[in-house]
């Protein structure tokens, strides 16, 4: 029958599996002890004497050769063994005590974020992980830009979250691309949303992918790739970051024109729109038409639509007659 067994050392309380394993903490039987006894003091005796097999174990009795009894052996010798047994096995203990120490904080930083505060995801999988994660967490406010065109389907499933978002006091804020306001289904996403108290805004031109939570966390796409991937991003918490990348958001935010979900241009007071700045701006820079489309996300014939209507509104015919006139238009200082 097999009991747990409990012994009270110097290093605190030590728990033995059964029963069986009590010799391993030297406690010789009452036989072996009284024999012990009688060898220490010059007696031999024969083989079979009851408690003679524990101390041949322990090493402390030998067999003598020329009468074929046993005897006590070298005690000094026997000691220093025990106690280098001994020793050796506190070794191998402590070594494992280490190693299993090891083994649970590897086990804990690989299921914690990455002690950088910044995490890769690879996949949209693990992105919108992250992301539904963040966002049914926040508490405070939820800032976006959103480059991108984004697709029916995903507006039309989110719109009752975002709603939901706003309802429970978060602040939605949320940049899209300037050619937004030509699709139909953004601007009813766009419309529904505000009507809750949403903040939507647009920008022309190039600007960066950003989800920002509470100040507490983001997400930002992976610009190692061109044009930036959907479908990979960094999850980035470390507090310095954060508040860079926030920073970064803000002069966006300042940058773009409010919205509300109508069509057309965002600003009738002006010669040209903020699209049709970012072209005159990229032109500049000695873009290509196509280049210009894939940088502001539309197709290479809206771009040639902007580019037509720009020649009529400034009484120009081609690329080098409206440099001239951009170069001394006031509106090219207008974000």
């Known amino acids: 029958m097999h009991h747990r067994i409990i012994k009270r050392t110097e290093w605190g309380e030590v728990d033995v599996a059964d029963s069986d394993q009590a010799s391993d903490e030297l406690e010789l039987p009452q036989a072996a002890r009284a024999l012990l006894r009688q060898l220490l003091q010059g007696t031999s005796v024969p083989a079979g004497t009851p408690g003679l097999a524990d101390l041949l174990d322990l090493g402390v009795a030998v067999r003598e050769d020329f009468s074929g009894l046993y005897v006590v052996s070298d005690v000094s ?76 389907k995903y507006l039309t499933v989110t719109i009752e979250r975002d709603i939901e978002l706003v309802q429970r006091g978060i602040v939605l804020r949320t940049i899209y691309q300037d050619s937004a306001r030509t699709r139909k289904w953004e601007r009813e996403y766009v ?26 966390e983001v997400m930002i796409a992976d610009h190692r790739d061109t044009p930036p991937s959907r479908y990979k991003a960094f999850h980035v918490t470390h507090p310095g970051m954060v508040a860079f990348i926030r920073s970064v958001y803000e002069q966006q935010w300042d940058r773009a024109t409010p919205w509300a979900g109508s069509f057309g241009r965002a600003d009738e007071t002006t010669v040209t729109n903020a699209r049709q700045r970012a072209i005159l701006r990229k032109l500049e820079d000695g873009k290509t038409l196509q280049q210009i489309a894939v940088a502001l996300g539309v197709s290479v014939t809206t771009i040639n639509g902007d580019v037509k209507e720009l020649y009529r509104a400034t009484d120009t015919t081609n690329h080098f007659g409206l440099g001239i006139w951009w170069a001394g238009s006031a509106e090219r200082r207008i974000a």
């Open 191 to 216: 419309k529904a949303v505000s009507e809750h108290g949403a903040v939507i805004r647009t920008l022309a031109g190039d600007f960066m992918r950003i989800i920002l939570v509470d100040s507490r």
């Open 77 to 152: 010798h026997t000691r220093r063994r025990l106690h280098s047994t001994e020793r050796a096995a506190i070794a191998r203990h402590l070594l494992r005590m280490q190693q299993v120490e090891e083994l649970f904080k590897t086990l804990e930083t690989s299921s914690a974020s990455d002690a950088s505060g910044v995490d890769y995801m690879d996949t949209m999988e693990q992105a919108n992980a992250a992301l539904t994660k963040a966002l049914h967490s926040a508490t405070s406010h939820i800032w976006t830009a959103q480059p991108l065109t984004r697709k029916e």
